[in-house]
């Protein structure tokens, strides 16, 4: 005969029964989260795919990113190669202090330029990884923003930490996206989902950009062919003037030849009179 269970025994059942339900319970958020995150990179990729290759593109990368991370203020910035500077494109995450925060800064932060003076930063923007970013405001607006007006922002929006990511494809940088978390919030969480979806942004802005190269280069051999069109159509003007000309001088000639042809024949029958009434 078995013996009753010990107290001990009935407790070691009971924390593997609860260890099962905590595992149950994970497994299933973590499934959830999964199939949470695939439905959203499918539905931006779509979006990316059918979206117009225009500036509000940016606004959706922002709108997109907010969504994915939640309660956050974000930048979408832009990276101009000629001038090396990073143009914030697009603001989320403001709300009811927009205009508290445009009245601090004195104008509108979508158009700021902020040149990037690091090269190490610009390289580890370009592998499009997510990476701590720098203490604060000021130092994130590299001294553009009066290090007074980053400090009241920051508390006007109780801002935390900052993270920083680039839109990136294949070593090529397109732009950047800041993410600044709310202070006393549990830190950035989905980190791999963010990198992802920020691949897909890249590969869209790629796709933009190359668009609008192509749309150039359509352009500038139109107008070259219209330009040598015109200079054809000059030029067979030209030649057709010539040929008319040609032909008048030529029916003058033979007019000339036919009336020194009559006159040897006029002026043995009458002199200048024969000429003249031959002619």
Known sequence: MTGKPTYEDLQRRVEDLEQKITDRKRDNYMLKKFTRDLR??????????????????????????????????????????????LCTRAVEGLGKYSKAVLK?????PVGMSFPIT???GRSQLARGKLV??????????FGEIPAGICRRIEDLL??????AIGLACRGELFGSAIIITRRGSSGLVGEDVVETFMHQAAVALQRSEA?????????????????????L?????????????????????????????????????GGWDGIVQAS
Not at 211 to 231: F, I
Not at 241 to 258: F, M, T, Y
Request: a negative charge; one cysteine or more; glycine letters at 8%.
């Open 118 to 120: 690091d090269e190490g």
């Open 211 to 231: 668009e609008k190269a192509l749309q150039k280069a359509h352009d500038e051999l139109e107008t070259r062919v219209e330009e040598r069109t015109a200079d």
């Open 158 to 163: 109780s801002l935390g930490d900052i993270y």
């Open 233 to 269: 159509a000059k030029a067979s003007e030209k030649v057709r003037l010539g040929i008319d000309e040609r032909k008048r001088a030529e029916v003058a000639l033979r007019g000339s030849e036919a009336r020194y042809a009559l006159a040897p024949a006029a002026a043995g029958g």
């Open 132 to 141: 701590t970013g720098p203490p604060g405001l000021y130092e994130l607006s």
């Open 40 to 85: 959203f990179l499918s539905r931006t990729s779509t979006e990316f795919l059918e979206f117009p290759p225009d500036e509000s593109i940016y606004q959706l990368i922002g709108e997109r990113l907010k969504e994915l991370v939640g309660d956050c203020l974000i930048t979408i910035n832009s990276y101009d190669k000629e001038t090396d500077t």
């Open 104 to 108: 601090l800064i004195g104008k509108n």
